[in-house]
């Protein structure tokens, strides 16, 4: 069944704010006319509706990705300019989307497609959840019951035909196409809507629209690797935890390499280099610090970038000593330090079936790996 999609962008927006109009502001390093152009790519064909002083700014977007069409004085007729362009074509059923719903999901457009295989119209909606209230002069003046009352949505999908004969019949302003569809008495069908797929209409949607896109998030994935060989000693010291063992591990600091990994993964994270770059091992105030000193101060420069930690991963490679008794305090080690719940630490141990210098029990080897995240 052939499909087309009618993005309606010749609105000015002005409660929204800003210099240009909402569909041409940005949103995530595009302007948001962009992102709703991008959900529909592959559905079918489309046709973007702009005010007629921004034709030459949308063949600039928008290039051969889409027919431009110039918009009418009401919403209503812009839907109509666009409607009357696409008779004729084959076009069996449409999709009528606001261009300020960047947001909107496949499943959302997928939802109203299947619906237009049994209705001759279909449109998402979300159940009204909040009390009701007539407002005047800033007092409530009465309520009014939720039940039966859906928040609207778009896009809104039509039979081809119907709609265009609707529009033509319906020739003053409408909220939405539903309700000319109505008029015309054509049944609408309520598919399910999504909380993300909202109108931007005010400056501050502009911040809610970036989150969930993403486009103001930074992260950041390091990997850190450390080896230190054995030497005589009584007790290893491995993610803050001093654990009994024949024998010691040989380092400049306390030789704690599953720290040392752990740290080298935040610096790797930043692009800051290693520990050594930091505390170079040639600077005799470092001879046996303790290797907290360096993990501490990771994340402290992280946190100093405006990036926390969302979760750290460190496995400590040995034949011995046992490890597993001791995971949970070594979390909460490195939970203490560098100020993370110990639910979002992972230490785990393996073992390298007796192969290498791990397998020969001359050292142990320790890899790491964290996420930082900037918001």
Known sequence: MSTAVIIVAAGRGTRAGGALPKQWQTLAGRPVLAHTLAAFEGVGRIVVVLHPDEMDRG??????RAVLCAGGETRAASVRNALELLDGSGVERVLIHDGARPLVSRDVIGGVLDALASYGA???ALPVSDALWHGEDGEVSGTRSREGLWRAQTPQGFDFEAILKAHRAHRTEAADDVEVARAAGIAVAITQGSEDNFKITYAEDFARAERLIGG???IRLGHGYDVHAF????HVILCGVRVPHDRALKGHSDADVGMHALTDAIYGALAEGDIGRHFPPSDPQWKGAASEIFLDHAAKLADARGFRIGN???TLICERPKIGPHAGAMASELARIIGLE???ISV???TSEQLGFTGREEGIAAIATVTLIKE
Do not use: H, N, S
């Open 348 to 350: 785990k141990a393996t």
């Open 312 to 314: 750290v991963d460190v």
């Open 59 to 64: 063949v600039a977007l928008l290039g051969g």
């Open 216 to 218: 103001q998030m930074d």
């Open 231 to 234: 030497e005589e000693g009584d």
């Open 342 to 344: 110990p639910a979002r």
């Open 122 to 124: 279909a449109a998402p």
